[in-house]
């Protein structure tokens, strides 16, 4: 990335970045063809939300370490049903926003940041305001723009300043505990890139002619059908490489997403 790229992401004027809603191939195409993410039952949250994750597609598919395990039937080659699909949703109205929290609610929940976190910690603690101004101003505070977020860079948070804005949302110990988080999740066993990646849950499904915008997919998945299907939804679509007969050596499918995702935030600025 050039100064001129990574300028384009500091620019205050550009007030949000798109969101991400990733699935797997093998509900993919029943997502395409009812033109509409539904909402869930997260029984976490004890509501039906559809989740997305901001600037960033960090849901990693638990099927995706199974890729080279699970073979398709009578071919002896890879299967292709965990390999990740990512839905971009550029523009949403933040009142349908339902919470917003700076990483996988579903980890805190489920006690994965033991050890990072005081077990006093509740999970609204960390919960934020749901408008887009409120998320910017997370990341301008903890990460000074939106490239240094998209990276995981955290910057140089002054824990004792009082000045900031970000201490009306945020309490002193619950900075503290997020950076905290970010620095050392390396530490904990299955902790990944979703622990310092803004989750938000939306009360409403999202139907795939107005509300997104393009999609990440294996480009094996490409023919004259699907982008027949996907021009007739509005929806780009950007393909990734695999290989048909995948081995263990191949790369990090959720990497290239990663890499896609960001060079569709940057292109968008061009």
């Given at each position: 990335?050039?100064?001129?790229?990574?300028?384009?992401?500091?620019?205050?004027?550009?007030?949000?970045?798109p969101l991400?809603h990733?699935?797997d191939?093998?509900?993919?195409?029943d997502?395409?063809?009812?033109?509409k993410i539904?909402?869930?039952?997260?029984?976490?949250?004890?509501?039906?939300v559809?989740f997305?994750?901001?600037?960033?597609?960090?849901y990693?598919?638990?099927?995706?370490?199974?890729?080279?395990?699970?073979?398709?039937?009578?071919?002896?080659?890879?299967?292709?049903?965990?390999?990740?699909?990512?839905?971009?949703?550029?523009g949403?109205?933040?009142?349908?926003?339902?919470r917003?929290?700076?990483?996988?609610?579903?980890?805190?929940?489920?006690n994965?940041?033991k050890?990072?976190?005081?077990?006093?910690?509740?999970?609204?603690?960390?919960?934020?305001?749901?408008?887009?101004?409120?998320?910017?101003?997370?990341?301008?505070y903890?990460y000074?723009?939106?490239?240094?977020?998209?990276?995981?860079?955290?910057?140089?948070?002054?824990?004792?300043?009082?000045?900031?804005?970000f201490?009306?949302?945020?309490?002193?110990?619950?900075?503290?505990?997020?950076?905290?988080?970010?620095?050392n999740?390396?530490?904990?066993?299955?902790?990944?890139?979703?622990?310092e990646?803004?989750?938000?849950s939306i009360?409403?499904e999202?139907?795939?002619?107005?509300?997104?915008?393009?999609?990440?997919?294996?480009?094996?998945?490409?023919?004259?059908n699907?982008?027949?299907?996907l021009?007739?939804?509005?929806?780009?679509?950007?393909?990734?490489?695999v290989?048909r007969?995948?081995?263990p050596?191949?790369?990090?499918y959720?990497?290239?997403?990663?890499s896609?995702?960001?060079?569709?935030?940057?292109?968008?600025?061009?």
């Amino acid at each position: 990335m050039n100064i001129a790229e990574e300028s384009r992401l500091q620019e205050p004027s550009l007030n949000k970045m798109p969101l991400f809603h990733t699935t797997d191939a093998y509900r993919w195409w029943d997502i395409v063809l009812s033109s509409k993410i539904e909402k869930t039952y997260c029984r976490k949250l004890k509501k039906e939300v559809a989740f997305l994750f901001y600037g960033v597609p960090a849901y990693k598919l638990d099927g995706e370490d199974n890729l080279d395990k699970e073979l398709e039937p009578n071919t002896g080659n890879k299967s292709n049903n965990f390999l990740p699909v990512c839905f971009i949703c550029d523009g949403l109205d933040e009142r349908l926003i339902h919470r917003v929290f700076p990483f996988d609610s579903g980890a805190f929940i489920d006690n994965k940041f033991k050890g990072l976190v005081d077990y006093r910690m509740q999970l609204k603690d960390f919960e934020l305001h749901k408008s887009w101004q409120s998320i910017a101003d997370f990341v301008e505070y903890f990460y000074n723009n939106k490239i240094r977020y998209c990276e995981a860079k955290i910057a140089d948070v002054d824990t004792g300043e009082a000045s900031s804005s970000f201490w009306l949302t945020y309490h002193p110990r619950t900075v503290w505990y997020y950076l905290n988080i970010v620095k050392n999740r390396v530490l904990i066993k299955g902790l990944d890139c979703r622990s310092e990646t803004i989750e938000v849950s939306i009360d409403s499904e999202l139907n795939l002619t107005t509300d997104i915008q393009a999609c990440i997919l294996p480009d094996i998945f490409l023919d004259n059908n699907i982008e027949q299907k996907l021009y007739d939804l509005s929806i780009r679509y950007i393909p990734y490489t695999v290989s048909r007969d995948r081995t263990p050596s191949e790369p990090d499918y959720h990497t290239a997403v990663l890499s896609l995702a960001k060079n569709y935030i940057i292109d968008k600025q061009r």
